[in-house]
Nanobody, 124 residues
């Protein structure tokens, strides 16, 4: 059974930082591209970042480039999202996802497995 479990969300003031983690089980983690997406209330789910299978390549949405950093530890089956200089518009539920293809994709339709999400709330 494949499981993706996110953690690290919470309430933070604008300008603060959070580090999200996603622990994956039930699949060969190093064989999957990993991505982070987010969904704000009343909005569609949007791509945030993706990382290649060995962590050598990354891809970011323009809205978070230079602000967020995605990384992974294949020995721990974990992908991370370091979020700095947070703004109220970063408030959303953040989801990690696994994609068995080798390409860094920003479309949610290409991802095969999803976590339940973790809430990030940034107060002004």
């Amino acid at each position: 059974q494949v499981q993706l479990v996110e953690s690290g969300g919470g309430l933070v003031q604008a300008g603060g930082s959070l580090r999200l983690s996603c622990v994956v089980s039930g699949l060969t983690f190093s064989s999957y591209v990993m991505g982070w997406f987010r969904q704000a209330p009343g909005k569609e789910r949007e791509f945030v970042a993706a990382i290649s299978r060995r962590g050598l390549g990354t891809y970011y949405a323009d809205s978070v480039k230079g602000q967020f950093t995605i990384s992974r530890d294949n020995a721990k089956n974990t992908v991370y999202l370091q979020m700095n200089s947070l703004k109220p518009e970063d408030t959303a539920v953040y989801y990690c996802a696994a994609d068995r293809t080798s390409r860094l994709e920003d479309s949610s339709h290409t991802y095969d497995y999803w976590g339940q999400g973790t809430q990030v709330t940034v107060s002004s």
